[in-house]
């Protein structure tokens, strides 16, 4: 089988990644980035690649059948739109558009011209996530109450995005993907204590139709360094810890329970804990393996899609929420 032909835009601190992992999975034809510095380093790191500071001479290579985005965030929306337009399936980093509206129409055109838009939520390909989500989908944790996330540290200090959308899309990403559900009520607070109108810490809250509630932590001003996601049942609840090495995963059989239905107090109950063994798998390659599948045909390119928008949707209304 012939490699796809992608073309690759941004070759930044996370866009390098992109770009190796693309060239090793698929036909890396050309690489795009405005600074020519960068695209001069490129050109020497992949001889076989085009480069160009012009996203449009890679779009106009007939050749080229998927694009990889991985520009700053304001950008996503029009080039991803771009892309699209020239008949490319795109793979677009998180969040691929500001506003919901934006997302809606990236939406209705890869519909429209039966293309693949993938949004890049790295941490629903990892394995660890992965299986959290076999566990709740097989109702093993029971009826779920409650998903939250923990993303703190100290440090990076960002200066051009806040802690919302620098580090809630990821733990939001994963909280619908788990639940399945658009929130029916979302709140955020937050204060910029560092970078004027640079949220540094920022609290969400959020309520489902089904009843679940979902809460994040984020932010860079904090001793803890956490990346944590708890999702709670009422026969057993999940921890998700991604600074373990070997215990990304531990299963708690803890929960409430009632002597009989309607009557008594209700007594907590404690048995094993278990420690599920994990792939190691980078889940940028998974991420990319899932992105080159959906444009062979294989899964649900309808469902990635509209999971990126649920994302957009909820960072739309927090976002203000926060300003609010
Ligand atoms: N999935 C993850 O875990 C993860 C982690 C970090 C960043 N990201 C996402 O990756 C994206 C890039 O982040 P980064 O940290 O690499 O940013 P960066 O600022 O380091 O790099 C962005 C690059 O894009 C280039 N660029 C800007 N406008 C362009 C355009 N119109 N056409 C071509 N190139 C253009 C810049 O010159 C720069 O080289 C962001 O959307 C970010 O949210 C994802």
Redesign the pocket.
Same mark, same amino acid.
């Given at each position: 089988m012939t490699a796809i032909r992608v073309a690759h !835009? =941004? +070759?930044? =601190?996370? %866009?390098r990644n992109v770009a190796r992992v693309a060239g090793e999975l698929a036909d890396l034809a050309w690489i795009?980035? +405005?600074?020519a510095t960068?695209l001069a380093e490129y050109a020497k790191r992949y001889p076989e690649a085009r480069t160009t500071g012009s996203?449009a001479d890679a779009l106009a290579d007939e050749g080229v059948e998927a694009v990889t985005i !991985? /520009?700053? +965030?304001p /950008?996503?929306h029009a &080039?991803a739109k771009q892309a699209l337009e020239a008949g490319k399936h795109v793979f677009v980093?998180?969040p691929p558009a500001m506003h919901a509206e934006e997302m809606e129409e990236l939406l209705a055109l890869a519909q429209e011209r039966g293309l693949v838009l993938m949004p %890049?939520h &790295?941490l629903l390909y990892h394995p660890g996530l992965r299986r959290v989500k076999e566990l709740v989908d097989a109702g093993e944790l029971g009826e779920v109450a409650c998903v939250y996330g923990n993303r703190q540290n100290l440090g990076v200090i960002r200066s051009n995005e806040n802690a919302l959308w620098s580090l809630g899309v990821h733990d939001l990403s994963v909280i619908l993907w788990l639940i399945g559900e658009d929130p029916i009520e979302v709140t955020a607070h937050g204060r910029d204590f560092l970078n004027k109108g640079v949220e540094d810490v920022v609290f969400c809250y959020l309520r489902f139709p089904s009843g679940k509630i979902a809460h994040m932590h984020l932010s860079w001003l904090d001793p803890h360094k956490m990346r944590k996601m708890t999702v709670v049942g009422n026969e057993k609840m999940v921890v998700f810890d991604d600074m373990e090495f070997e215990r990304k995963v531990t299963v708690y059989e803890k929960g409430p329970w009632k002597q009989s239905a309607g009557y008594g107090e209700w007594q907590t109950r404690t048995g094993d804990i278990h420690i599920p063994k994990i792939d190691t798998s980078e889940p940028l390659r998974l991420e990319c393996q899932a992105f080159l599948s959906l444009i062979a045909g294989e899964g649900d390119r309808g469902k990635v899609a509209e999971d990126g928008a649920m994302v957009v949707r909820a960072l739309d209304r927090l976002t203000e929420s926060l300003r609010a």
């Open positions: !835009a =941004g +070759v930044g =601190g996370w %866009g795009c980035d +405005v600074d960068r996203f !991985a /520009t700053p +965030v /950008t996503h &080039l980093e998180k %890049g &790295l």
